[in-house]
Structures are given as C-alpha cells and as structure tokens.
T-cell receptor, first 114, second 111 residues
Framework: DSGVTQTPKHLITATGQRVTLRCSPR?????VYWYQQSLDQGLQFLIQ???????AKGNILERFSAQQFPDLHSELNLSSLELGDSALYFC?????????????FGPGTRLLVL | GESVGLHLPTLSVQEGDNSIINCAYS??????FIWYKQESGKGPQFIID?????DKRQGQRVTVLLNKTVKHLSLQIAATQPGDSAVYFC??????????FGTGTSLTVIP
C-alpha cells in the first residue's frame, strides 16, 4: 500500500458526460500528479499540483481540469467524455518539488466511457 | 518531448533464473531514473531508483545499471519468482518534475 488513495475504483459513464476523480496523497506529501494509462500506452503525464497550485502540465486535454484543495487532496475533472477517454487514471504524490523525489502511485480509477 | 523506450515488450523467464529488463532513453539531460512494477489491476509500485551520478545501484534482489554513454538503463532481478510477474516501466526525469515513462515490458515467470 503506497498510502495514496483514489476513488472511485471503477467508473462507467456515457459519452458527453462529466466525471470527477478524487485523490488523497500520502500523509505529508505536497505534490500530486495525474497520469492517464490507456491500452497499449505507457503512463502519460497530465498535470501536477504543488500545495494547491498548478506546477506543470503535460498532455492534458482542454476538456480535462484538475485542482488541489487546502487539505491537499486533488480532483481531476473530465468533461464532454469521449470513447477514447476510457483508460486508467492514476494519481501519484511526492514530498515536494525536489528533483530526486520518488512518486508514489495510487491504485487508480478505471474509467469506461460507453 | 521525451522518449523512453523499452527494447523488449515481453520477457519470459524460468523461475529461479535472473531477469534483465532494458530501457533506452533519449534525453541526455535526464538525471534521475526510476523502475516501477505494475501488477494487473494495481498502480505502479516503486522498485528502485538511480541518479545520473551513479552507474549501479542495488536493492533487495534487484540491481539497476545506468550507462549514460549509450543512454541505457537496465533492471536485473535475481532469482526471479512467480510474484515478479508484472509489467515493468522505466521512468526518466530531466527538467521539471514530471517523469516520462516507457511503454513497459511484460515479465512472465514460468514455474
């Protein structure tokens, strides 16, 4: 158990809908990262938050957004969902912003868009 | 963007043998690397890391080797066990805080 929690574990929805994925980082970690993992794809970095502020953006679609709250939990919002958004979404956390810092991953949310 | 690739998408080894999983990276500025293990239905699990000022690092039954000259990273697993069956990812970090991951190598341990 990495200490990172994610809810829900599974999510099934329809195209055009909007969903929110939730992540709680390890105790003491200030940085939260979101990744998408599709079939036959590696982990694609989406976005990073540190202590409530956005720090880095990766391949995140405009239909997707995220935020980190004062209690450090984070939410990833996916809107106008398309079939191709079906994937595993992982949250990871790390202590802060140091270069040499391990990221610890949660168990993921499996999203299926029908 | 970054390019982290794996030489072999699948690897099968006999239980008790040593496993070697390879990874090539393209950014010579990358200075921190991690190997992750991902079992089916679970999130990636940290195995071992290495900084660019090192060539080798050992953990429990695992060793990571870094060859900066050819931009190559390998993970060696000694006495491979059935519980080692998983997908293994290498990840590199250069500028910024984001990791770039390879597509993974699927390791199957044959009893």
């Amino acid at each position: 158990d990495s200490g990172v929690t994610q809810t829900p574990k599974h999510l099934i929805t329809a195209t055009g809908q909007r969903v929110t994925l939730r992540c709680s980082p390890r105790s003491g970690d200030l940085s939260v990262y979101w990744y998408q993992q599709s079939l036959d794809q590696g982990l694609q970095f989406l976005i990073q938050y540190y202590n409530g502020e956005e720090r880095a953006k990766g391949n995140i679609l405009e239909r997707f957004s995220a935020q980190q709250f004062p209690d450090l939990h984070s939410e990833l919002n996916l809107s106008s969902l398309e079939l191709g958004d079906s994937a595993l979404y992982f949250c990871a956390s790390s202590v802060g912003l140091m270069k040499v810092e391990t990221q610890y991953f949660g168990p993921g949310t499996r999203l299926l868009v029908l | 963007g970054e390019s982290v690739g794996l030489h072999l998408p699948t690897l099968s080894v006999q239980e008790g043998d040593n496993s070697i999983i390879n990874c090539a990276y393209s950014n010579s500025a990358s200075d921190y690397f991690i190997w992750y293990k991902q079992e089916s239905g679970k999130g990636p699990q940290f195995i071992i890391d290495i900084r660019s000022n090192m060539d080798k690092r050992q953990g429990q039954r695992v060793t990571v080797l870094l060859n900066k000259t050819v931009k190559h990273l390998s993970l060696q697993i000694a006495a491979t066990q059935p519980g080692d069956s998983a997908v293994y990812f290498c990840a590199e970090k250069s500028t910024g805080n984001q990791f770039y991951f390879g597509t993974g190598t699927s390791l199957t341990v044959i009893p």
